[in-house]
């Protein structure tokens, strides 16, 4: 789960993390009176969004009066903000953060993961940080520093300051670092986060270190034990597709293409869209169905791949295991086919258990597929019958 | 000979009771895996499918001397389960519980380091070794006994796999998910390297996906170590969907790009057998192994 910045930084400045005050607003005027509250002679008035690299996007504006403040946020509240982490449209802005201004001579990137290979939560840090990471961490990865921590021992203090070493800090500033990493891995693990991030983490003129932006993505598998946590959800910030689909406990990304695809596993799911990729289909979706799911939430999820008006073609790719069987797919999908009254040319293999009973249901309650034996041949039919023009 | 279990390997499961064990066990008891028993705190003293329960995996060892448990406990609870197992110094932990806090199991992977346990999973199908033992959730009726280690991270794709070469009558020696989670127990290059010492195992299909740098590994150990045997290779995800990400992704990504692609390439290049579509990985290994 995602949080926003004025989120992040409220449960962070508990932990200690040094930054500057705020106030987060919904209006114009509690913008301007936000900016009179916090006092000094600029601002930055910060678009709350679910995504980075808001400040090429003009998400971030440096103001030096309230009723500048008030101006910029009339501007951006309600507008779309695009940036390369919103996807093509955008994310509307409901609030802004109202900070009082830093002035800072350097910037550098912090944050804290789980590195998968280490199986151990790290310490990621940059000498430069700023939206410009982007650009060279692709090619030049090695300037990306990394302090694995053991679980059993904590932030080492001398790993630690060997760290802000490496990123220019010494003396006083270097203890700070090593205050902020340890803060940040506690918080880590008090919230069961998998992404803390301070993009940039600053110098300000007066040598102290401070963070300028902070992110918090919690770990979804962990919010049944942090209630508080839960209400920070905002819901508005996910596809409503997507949402629905969560109700249906299906795992769903939407895309652009007029295929819809329902697997069973997110491997078979994968490898199914690469086929249909190489065949020249493009997906709708990726939908991918868990092995406990019901008949009902098969018929939900499946409801929701005829609702989608692109959708030209449908493939169904399940593999009847352990747990779940190919008939209760069949089931579901007959249910959502009845009610929605589909057209839409569908395409089935269904194979393992309880293969064949899937299509004597499909049969028997009259739906109209195409069915295949293999994944080729049913990737084969789905692409002709989409290019074919569906329905 | 197959890995990890055999049919002497003595099973007990955790969270005996719960009705996902319940299916799963009598149908690994039906396959004639050797199961002794199982363990839900406070009801130690029943019977259940005809087992003894204990209340404590360390009872349950000393009673029955297992040397394996199937692990069935919900996610919440899950990571206590598999840190008593440790505890208790059992050999095999085998856990297909999905969707468990990865901070818990950074906790469990620390306690296996200095530990003589080995860990299948969370989020894994199980193991079999087809014709003597099976634990785990996967379907049985496909596996035949043969000359194929299979070592996966997908559960659907596994499946696949197995019927493709069962179909080409090589056969499975064993099968096993290594799970779909960030953080987790046996890799593939642990799983490579008792496949290379298992007489009974003449080629290896290692099926991986994207994300996570697992992939990565096992052709690095590839490379430092001549392959006694042939490996076939699939890794799905060529075309997946773009993770919407908040932060910056490439510090996510720098251990191991995570591509599909770029793991291709690795295992290409350390001379694995790569198979392009999920269709022909039976196939390719058949070619592999008649060079």
Known sequence: ?????????????????????????????????????????????????????????????????????????????????????????????????????????????????????????????????????????????????????????????????????????????????????????????????????????????????????????????????????????????????????????????????????????????????????????????FMDVRPEATRDQIAGGFGLLLKNPKVEAVLVNIYGGGILRCDTVAEGIAAACRQADSKVPLIVRAAGTNGDLARKILVGQGISVDFADTVSEAVDKAVRAAKAGGR | ???????????????????????????????????????????????????????TVAEAVSATGADASAIFVPPASAAGAMLEAIEAELPLLVCVTERIPVLDMVRVKRRLTDANTRLIGPNSQGIIAPGRCKIGVMPAHLERKGKIGIVSRSASLTSEVVEQTTAARLGQSTSLGIGGDPVYGMGFVDCLELFFADPETHGVILVGEIGGSAEEEAAKFLKAHAAPKPVTAYVAGLHAPKERRMGHAGTVNVFGKGGAAEKIEALKSAGAHIAVSPADIGDTMRRALAR
Request: charged letters at 25%; a negative charge.
């Open chain 2, 1 to 55: 000979m197959a890995i990890l279990i055999d049919q002497d390997t003595k099973v007990i499961c955790q969270g005996f009771t719960g009705a996902q064990a319940t299916y799963h066990m009598e149908r690994a008891i039906a396959y004639g895996t050797q199961v002794v028993g199982g363990v839900v705190p406070g009801k130690g003293g029943r019977k259940h499918l005809g087992l003894p329960v204990f209340d």
């Open chain 1, 1 to 285: 789960m995602n949080l926003h910045e004025h989120q992040a930084k409220a449960l962070l400045r508990d932990y200690g993390i040094p930054m500057t005050d705020g106030v987060n607003v919904e209006t114009p005027a509690q913008a301007a009176l936000a900016a009179e509250s916090l006092g000094g002679g600029a601002w930055a008035v910060k678009a709350q969004i679910h995504a980075g690299l808001r400040q090429k996007a003009g998400g971030v504006r440096m103001v030096s009066s309230p009723e500048e403040a008030r101006t910029t946020a009339a501007e951006l509240l309600g507008s779309s903000l695009v940036t390369p982490q919103t996807g093509p449209g955008g994310k509307t802005v409901k609030s802004v953060y109202v900070e009082r201004a830093v002035g800072y001579a350097r910037e550098v990137y912090l944050a804290a993961l789980v590195d998968r290979s280490a199986g151990r939560v790290a310490l990621i840090a940059a000498q430069e940080g700023g939206d410009n990471i982007e650009d060279w961490v692709e090619e030049d990865p090695a300037r990306l520093l990394r302090l694995v921590v053991d679980p059993d021992e904590g932030v080492d203090r001398d790993a630690g300051l060997a760290l802000a070493k490496c990123l220019g800090l010494e003396d006083a500033q270097a203890k700070q670092a090593l205050e902020i990493m340890m803060a940040t891995y506690k918080a880590f693990n008090d919230l069961d986060a998998s992404l803390i991030e301070f993009n940039p983490l600053v110098v300000n003129t007066a040598g102290d270190l401070l963070a300028l932006d902070a992110k918090i993505v919690l770990d979804d598998n962990a919010l049944f034990r942090h209630q508080d946590l839960e209400a920070l959800r905002d819901e508005d910030e996910v596809d409503p597709t997507e949402l629905e689909a969560k109700r249906f406990e299906l795992n769903y990304v939407k895309l652009a293409g007029n295929i819809g695809v329902m697997v069973n596993g997110a491997g078979l799911a994968l490898s199914t869209i690469d086929l249909l990729k190489a065949q020249g289909g493009e997906p709708a979706d």
